[in-house]
């Protein structure tokens, strides 16, 4: 069985591994002061976090629509898929899967639509898990294995400049509720099953940066890594350089380092850092 996978622009898989494994992409819509843009195509990540201190109101994100969706699966179908897996952002941070679901219902039991559980590079390596496994084994129920095995074994632990952006976007609540409601400490977080978790917060960037290395080297020996950041490249940088100085021996020949989209910053706002882990 010939299987496509598809996911969203918030998985933020490097474009050359899209290719590689053909892995379609459904862009999610990015609205600043306004106007609307299409997530990596209207719109680059650099340019969103340029402006996002200057937006007038708080950007806002809204998924692809049912046709956006329907468009992927064809695609896919031409091309000989057999059936198609659709991994995305966990379902309680957003209706993009509710929404997928709706454009699956056209295709009579050939669309299986994934919660993934997380965001980012913890979505990006369910759907990358998907297609490797694809390719070897022709084989839908060994896919879907496959990714139950990845979301098992997958970590995802950011720390946030400030928490004054999840504070607009109304997802804070219960965060700030555990961290004392001080909007100008630095919180590090980790995503489980799409809720947000609070482990704990610090003071200075300094202090989270520790934090941050101390979390990725507890994680043992990995398959796979991502350091990703808020247009914060060089926090990322010394992340990565602290854990390659302290345990090479536990990371993984290839290293993904992402800039996250825009429609994770628009939540998380700039200068924050994360990593995305599944291991061995």
């Known amino acids: 069985m010939k299987i496509g996978i598809v996911t969203d622009s918030t998985a933020d898989l490097p474009a050359w591994l899209l290719e590689e494994h053909r892995i379609r992409v459904v862009p999610v819509i990015i609205v600043l002061d306004g106007k609307e843009y299409v997530?990596?195509?209207?719109?680059?990540?650099?340019?969103?976090?340029?402006?996002?201190?200057?937006?007038?109101?708080?950007?806002?994100?809204?998924?692809?629509?049912i046709v956006d969706f329907a468009t992927a699966y064809d695609a896919l179908f031409s091309e000989g898929c057999e059936h198609v897996l659709s991994i995305h952002i966990a379902g309680t941070l957003t209706t993009m899967l509710n929404v997928a679901r709706q454009a699956a219902k056209e295709f009579d039991g050939k669309v299986t639509c994934v919660d993934s559980g997380s965001l980012s590079l913890g979505i990006g390596f369910q759907a990358l898990a998907a297609a490797e496994t694809a390719d070897a084994t022709h084989d839908l129920q060994a896919t879907l294995d496959a990714i139950q095995s990845t979301r098992k074994r997958l970590q995802v632990t950011a720390s946030l400049d400030t928490m004054e952006y999840l504070r607009r976007g109304g997802r804070v609540p219960a965060v700030v509720a555990r961290l004392g409601g001080m909007l100008s400490i630095k919180p590090v977080v980790e995503l489980i099953e799409g809720v947000v978790k609070p482990l704990g917060a610090v003071r200075t960037t300094h202090q989270a940066d520790e934090r941050?290395?101390?979390?990725?080297?507890?994680?043992?020996?990995l398959e796979r890594l991502a350091i990703m950041h808020t247009n914060a490249e060089r926090r990322a940088r010394l992340l990565l350089d602290g854990a390659m100085a302290r345990n090479p021996k536990a990371m993984p020949r290839?290293?993904?380092?992402?800039?996250?989209?825009?429609?994770?910053?628009?939540?998380?706002?700039?200068?924050?850092?994360?990593?995305?882990?599944?291991?061995?």
Do not use: C, W
Request: charged residues 15%.
């Open 39 to 65: 997530d990596g195509i209207t719109i680059t990540r650099e340019e969103f976090y340029n402006r996002l201190p200057t937006l007038k109101n708080s950007p806002t994100t809204a998924a692809p629509s």
């Open 254 to 280: 290839e290293i993904l380092f992402s800039n996250v989209t825009a429609v994770i910053g628009t939540h998380l706002g700039p200068n924050g850092v994360g990593f995305a882990t599944v291991r061995k």
């Open 212 to 221: 941050m290395l101390d979390l990725l080297l507890q994680q043992g020996d």
